[in-house]
């Protein structure tokens, strides 16, 4: 898969609300107390907001209102994210040859892809609108877009825009409950990919992935449509259940293509949460500089699904370029106890 590399990645999200004040907003609710000892314990400090319930309380809206309300801000947020990362990446709307968007969060046909006239793209321009999936659709978006600029020779954008701040429920708060009103916060982010040229220098060549299902644990992690938008089931348990298969997919896929674990420069993990982070980062040993900026992206913004690992994988790329030949790691999970695995390569 490596006629393909990443060129631009780009990460944005809604203002940021302090979770203190957010604390503060349920604190009367039955289940306030958990809410407010849940964020005290999460390492999160602020996140992102497209609906701020400190300023309109969505938690009493209908599930249409939640999607159409989402759909607007999703696209409003996506278009901005879009533009700067063709800017970045010094291309023209023209240009592009794919469209691709992945949400969980916002369901609509069309939906993200009608951002394509907006942004200038071509009117012959393909459009393939991927979701849901969760936390993990970064990984698998970026791969298929990889093999689409492989076989066509153009440049290709992937949107990932989740919103969760549309979806908040109504109380009472359980102990899950509260860690996902915690947990999730609002992002998009946006990838370019170019066919690689020989001899032609920059960004990241996409190498090739790894996908593991651990269907046991299926019922861990899941998200569904709801009376009141998205409805998120979030068992203890999964930090575990990451923690003991992330490994798998990593092995295999640098065992396919002869890198040694110890030569990988550094790991882009999905930050889905504290727990995770610690768990994955005992079970793995990863490096410092890898699991610090990971937990810096959860402390600022929170989980922002799919765009998350996206921001690591920027941050990590912006302060720590990955040199020609050296081989970068992108690790996400999701719904279905289902981790994906990405290697990359300095071009």
């Given at each position: 898969m490596s006629e393909a590399r990443i060129v631009a990645v780009t990460f944005?999200?809604?203002?940021?609300?302090?979770?203190?004040?957010?604390?503060?907003?349920?604190?009367?609710?039955?289940?306030?107390?958990?809410?407010?000892?849940?964020?005290?314990?999460?390492?999160?400090?602020?996140?992102?907001?497209?609906?701020?319930?400190?300023?309109?309380?969505?938690?009493?809206?209908?599930?249409?209102?939640?999607?159409?309300?989402?759909?607007?801000?999703?696209?409003?947020?996506?278009?901005?994210?879009?533009?700067?990362?063709?800017?970045?990446?010094?291309?023209?709307?023209?240009?592009?040859?794919?469209?691709?968007?992945?949400t969980t969060t916002t369901h609509s046909a069309p939906g993200?892809?009608?951002?394509?006239p907006e942004l200038g793209l071509r009117p012959d321009v393909e459009t393939l609108s991927l979701g849901p999936m969760g936390c993990y659709a970064a990984v698998p978006a970026v791969s298929a877009c990889a093999h689409w600029v492989a076989v066509k020779r153009r440049p290709a954008v992937l949107l990932a825009v989740d919103l969760f701040s549309p979806h908040v429920q109504p109380p009472p708060y359980d102990k899950e409950q509260a860690v996902v009103l915690t947990l999730f916060g609002d992002g998009a982010a946006a990838v370019v990919l170019l066919p690689r040229e020989a001899g032609e220098p920059g960004g990241v060549e996409v190498v090739d992935s790894e996908q593991l299902t651990a269907p046991a644990h299926a019922d861990d992690l899941q998200v569904h449509m709801g009376d009141n938008g998205l409805r998120i089931r979030l068992k203890p348990s999964m930090p575990d259940v990451v923690a003991g298969s992330v490994a798998i997919p990593a092995r295999a896929l640098l065992a396919r293509h002869g890198?040694?674990?110890?030569?990988?420069?550094?790991?882009?993990?999905?930050?889905?949460?504290?727990?995770?982070?610690?768990?994955?980062?005992e079970a793995l040993g990863l490096p410092e500089r890898s699991m610090a900026t990971a937990r810096e992206v959860m402390r600022e913004y929170g989980n922002t699904a799919a765009p998350a690992v996206l921001a690591v994988l920027r941050r990590l790329q912006t302060t720590r370029?990955?040199?020609?030949?050296?081989?970068?790691?992108?690790?996400?999970?999701?719904?279905?106890?289902?981790?994906?695995?990405?290697?990359?390569?300095?071009?």
């Open positions: 944005r999200t809604p203002p940021l609300v302090k979770m203190e004040e957010f604390a503060n907003l349920v604190a009367a609710d039955p289940g306030g107390d958990t809410v407010a000892q849940v964020i005290r314990n999460s390492a999160i400090t602020t996140k992102g907001t497209a609906v701020n319930a400190l300023l309109e309380d969505p938690r009493r809206w209908t599930t249409r209102r939640r999607m159409d309300r989402s759909l607007t801000e999703a696209r409003r947020l996506g278009r901005s994210t879009v533009t700067a990362a063709l800017a970045e990446a010094g291309l023209h709307p023209e240009d592009v040859g794919l469209f691709a968007t992945v993200l892809d009608a951002l394509a890198v040694r674990w110890s030569d990988v420069a550094w790991w882009a993990v999905h930050p889905g949460g504290r727990r995770i982070l610690d768990r994955v980062d370029p990955l040199a020609a030949g050296e081989h970068g790691v992108v690790l996400a999970c999701g719904p279905g106890a289902t981790v994906w695995a990405l290697l990359l390569r300095g071009a």
